[in-house]
């Protein structure tokens, strides 16, 4: 693998700096229907029982809840202070739980656990270990050598000793957010968290057996400089993660009202954001971490970084993970469910998502069957999010289609990337070069057929950026 210096060209990234889809599905939420609902669920659940070799079950968790808002946020999210809302929304969880599991053969393992949110650590560690008895009672879970079990924590809210309550109830992967660890970002963002605060919980992970420790870092936050931003990074690479996560900030208050809270004129240039992603880069090389893809960053043993060598890395709702072959079962407000050749979302309002459970009914919002085109798309654009690689013969014979013929226009829309050495096709397929790696996304566009025309999808302001 080119080295991580390899990836970056900030000519070529700054030209196609353009809204675009995240792929961790295609299609992409944007085109989920009201039309897909409860009996569409119910249906391609049941046929998904009828595979001669059991398929493995992922199970998301939404925790909706934050005590307090963070200006950057995008996510579904409810702020309050109020404790018992977490009481009540767990005794509707635990309703929609028995629903969906009785879908579901017991012969079915789940590899894997993730409870997201919101801060899921809204819970106390109490509550959190209930909801894990009430998933094993309702679902088989796999042996202890094989499940994996994570969760989202905010350092801010929770204690070393809490940790080892987690480890007790299964927990073996945690991912943190901090951001920045510059106090003036902080007060900008509304996150003030303290660095031994968060050195503290990572200590404590490891100490208490986890398998893998994940940091959040985002980079284009308002009144962030080179100089701050490279003291985070110093001080999280001392505490060596197995993953790092360098998400870019995607200003975007027309969608995320807390980013209204933000002074637009308090947040990086263009070229500064890009030397802050230069800089990021150069110091995980430095450190011997390896590119997944997109944002995220993994330690050589890490799991990830074996799945990508060895050709098991996938890419779902979740992020990157190593259950390829797992159907995805989302539970809670906003939570998205991968079934088979399906998609699947529950109401992003919790009002829409407490009245279905209490009508009875499975909270179908939106969602959609894939046709034969979309699953071949997908299949093309998860070998390009995952390995940054496609082997024409192969997607071929397994989609029983000619696939030059069949993809002649999207080849043609790769012309000015090959151009620009962002990717090679010889006669054997596709490979991102050093210089595309960090546009997985780009390349990933020009096999996406519900975007616009136009391939910078710059009418389609509903997407992050590129970089």
């Given amino acids: 693998m080119a080295t991580l210096s390899a990836l970056f060209d900030p000519q070529l990234l700054q030209r196609y700096d ?5 792929y961790t599905s295609y299609p992409t939420a944007p085109q989920f229907t009201p039309g897909f609902g409860e009996a569409e669920l119910r249906q391609v659940a049941t046929a998904s029982n009828g595979d001669p070799i059991p398929r493995p079950i992922s199970l998301y968790l939404h925790i909706p809840f934050c005590t307090s808002p963070c200006f950057y ?9 109020d404790a018992s809302r977490g009481a009540a929304y767990l005794t509707r969880l635990y309703r929609e739980i028995a629903m969906a599991s009785s879908m579901f053969d017991r012969d079915r393992d789940v590899e894997q656990v993730h409870f997201g949110g919101g801060t899921p650590n809204f819970l106390t560690p109490d509550q959190i270990t209930e909801v894990v008895d009430v998933l094993r009672r309702q679902f088989h879970f796999a042996a ?13 809210f929770i204690t070393p000793g809490e940790i080892g309550q987690l480890a007790s109830a299964g927990f073996n992967r945690a991912s943190l957010g ?16 303290g660095v031994e605060q968060t050195l503290g919980i990572i200590d404590a992970c490891r100490q208490h057996g986890f398998r893998s420790v994940n940091v959040d870092l985002i980079y284009g936050l308002p009144k962030q400089t080179l100089e701050g931003f490279s003291r985070t990074l110093d001080i999280t690479l001392q505490a060596r993660p197995d993953r790092l996560a360098i998400y870019g900030y995607a200003h975007m208050p027309q969608l995320f009202r807390p980013q209204q809270r933000i002074n637009a004129e308090e947040l990086p240039s263009a070229e500064t954001k890009l030397d802050l ?39 779902n709702f979740m992020g990157y993970t190593t259950h390829a072959e797992s159907d995805l079962v989302g539970l809670g407000v906003s939570a998205i469910s991968h079934i088979g050749a399906s998609f699947s979302q529950n109401p992003r309002d919790i009002t829409s998502w407490e009245q279905a459970i209490d009508d009875g009914r499975l909270p179908v919002w939106r969602g959609m069957r894939l046709d034969e085109d979309d699953v071949i798309r997908a299949d093309v654009i998860q070998s390009l999010m995952c390995h940054g690689e496609l082997d024409f013969e192969a997607l071929g014979r397994r989609h029983v289609i000619d696939f030059r013929d069949y993809f002649r226009d999207a080849i043609e829309r790769l012309t000015p990337l090959q151009d620009d050495g962002l990717v090679e096709v010889d006669g054997r397929g596709l490979h991102a070069t050093s210089r595309g790696r960090l546009l997985l996304r780009i390349i990933a566009m020009c096999f996406d057929r519900y975007l616009p025309p136009a391939a910078d999808a710059t009418a389609t302001p509903r997407y992050s950026r590129t970089v």
């Fill in 18 to 22: 353009v809204p675009g889809p995240r």
């Fill in 73 to 81: 946020c995008g996510c579904n999210r409810i702020i309050t202070r």
């Fill in 144 to 156: 202890d050598a094989k499940l994996d079990c994570s969760i989202e924590l905010d350092p801010r």
């Fill in 178 to 193: 901090v951001q920045d660890f510059d106090p003036v970002v902080q007060q900008a963002v509304n996150r003030v968290q």
């Fill in 277 to 315: 992603l230069r800089l990021a880069i150069d110091k995980l090389g430095q450190a011997g971490y390896e590119y997944i893809g997109m944002d995220h960053f993994a330690l050589p043993d890490d799991e990830l970084a074996r799945a990508q060598r060895e050709g098991g890395l996938h890419r």
